[in-house]
C-alpha cells in the first residue's frame, strides 16, 4: 500500500501576467525565437519585450491610462 501522507495538495497559484504598456491580461511568452528567448507579447496593444508585470494594483492603473489614452485618440 502506498501511503500519500506528508505533502498536502497544494493550491498552484495561478500568476496572472499584464502587458506593462497597456495592463491585458492578454499576454503570452513567444516562444520559438532564439535570439529572443525571453519575450512576451501583448495581443491588445501590440507590446512586445521581456518585461512583464505581475502587479495587478500597477496594471490597473495601466489600463486606466490605457483607456484615457484610447479616447483621447
Ligand atoms: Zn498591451
Redesign the pocket.
Known sequence: MKDSSGKKDKKKRFSVKF?P????T??YWAQGMPQFWSLWE?R????RGPVILEDGNLATKLQEDWKNKQKQK
Do not use: T
Not at 21 to 24: A, L, N, R, T
Not at 44 to 47: I, T, V
Open positions: 502587458c504598456k497597456c495592463g491585458s492578454d499576454v501583448c491588445n496593444c501590440g507590446y
